[in-house]
């Protein structure tokens, strides 16, 4: 099994105001590269809409354009938060929200389906001012579970609820839940019966199977993610999603787990992270890359690249978004693509999806 290193190494930072043009120059061929926001208020939003087998070729024009849509109102609807002086974590709540509710991506109305044929939601959410977290995994009938992982974090003396008691705490607190059947959508079911048929296989078949697997590997993944630093130099970081499709017995991916999926620390950086779940637990990812800043000294670049090339050495893929306490922030992935995007204190969002 071979793995493709994590993302590009781009040296170059912005020396001034920010503008689309700098940014576009700027964005390294297997993502956008580390770079500065901004001198003054360096305020700034990164996000991400999951990683995967995302190729051109297998990409119509339309649903290319959906996404970029979609990710551009995300970064904007953060970046209107960050403008007026907002929080971060308002900023992340913003972008995730409006992505929950799209069917492009696998969170909230676009959650995978698991084995058992239910959507099952994970989510997380931390404070990088006062590493305060709030998370929650395993929800039915959520609509936009990241609102939950907030309120966790904000009205318990918890970090963590599942299944029926997370649910019953949302009911107590007024969060909108939905009959299961809100999360149906059609590509995800088909996707479900692709990945089962596939499991019965004979070998034989496997490999006409397995083709058709990769043409639906841009759906299996999808988690969406987002870091801010605020005017008040406060990071915050969030991760939603369906998580794996097929998952069974319960599994939880890394998605809701702090320190995996998601980090924050103004004292290093934010961090969500996207891919195959088991492995960023087992690297704790989120946790690796600010570690490796605070006692190593690496920068956010280097350091998010070495974590997700521990994550590629045990046999694992995805990618991860990660944003400095200054503004840097890098995009790498070890899949063919990762919908992501940013916009700093100029306001123009730059989205990309492929590795150029
Ligand atoms: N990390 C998620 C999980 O394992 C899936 C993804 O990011 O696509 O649940």
Redesign the pocket.
């Known amino acids: 099994m071979s793995h493709k290193r994590a993302g590009g190494e781009s040296r170059r930072k912005f020396l001034g105001g920010v503008g689309a043009a700098a940014l576009a120059a700027s964005a390294s061929p297997k993502g956008l590269g580390a770079q500065k926001m901004g001198e003054l208020h360096p305020f700034g939003f990164v996000i991400h809409g ?1 990683a995967g087998t995302i190729e051109r070729s297998r990409m119509t024009p339309e649903r290319e354009r959906a996404y970029r849509e979609k990710l551009t109102e995300a970064l904007l609807a953060g970046y209107e938060v960050l403008k007026k002086s907002g929080g971060c974590l308002d900023a992340v709540v913003a972008a995730i929200v409006l992505m929950e509710d799209s069917p492009l991506f ?1 969170a909230g109305k676009g959650a995978v389906f698991t084995n058992a044929g239910t959507n099952e939601l ?1 989510t997380s959410i931390m404070d990088g001012r006062t590493l305060k977290a709030g998370a929650a995994a395993s929800l039915k009938h959520v609509k936009n579970p990241i609102l939950l992982a907030r309120l966790v974090m904000e009205q318990s003396p918890h970090v963590m609820m599942v299944g029926e008691g997370a649910e019953a705490f949302a009911a107590q607190h007024g969060v909108e839940l939905v009959d299961p059947k809100y999360f149906y959508t059609e590509e995800r079911w088909q996707q479900l019966q692709k990945v089962k048929e596939a499991e019965k296989s004979p070998p034989p078949k496997q490999s006409k199977l397995e083709k058709e697997l990769r043409a639906f590997d841009e759906h299996k ?3 969406v993610g987002a870091v801010a630093l605020d005017r008040a130099g406060n990071l915050g970081a969030g991760t939603s ?1 369906g ?2 499709t097929n998952k069974r017995f319960g599994r939880v ?3 809701p787990i702090i320190g995996a ?1 998601t980090y924050a620390d103004n004292e290093t950086c934010g961090v969500s ?5 088991e492995y ?1 637990i087992r690297v704790s990812v989120a946790h690796e890359v600010s570690s490796r800043m605070r006692y190593a000294g690496e920068s956010v670049e280097r350091a998010a690249a070495g974590a997700l090339e521990k994550v590629g050495k045990l046999g694992g893929t ?1 990618g991860l978004i990660a944003l400095d306490r200054r503004g840097n922030f890098t995009t790498p992935f070890n899949t063919s693509g990762m919908y992501r995007g940013v916009v700093g204190p100029e306001g123009r969002p730059r989205v990309l999806i492929y590795k150029d």
């Not at 992270?273 to 779940?277: A, I, V, Y």
């Open positions: 999951g696998n994970d993944f999808g988690t999603t998580g794996m991916g890394d998605s999926g992270c996207t891919g195959d779940g960023f995805g």
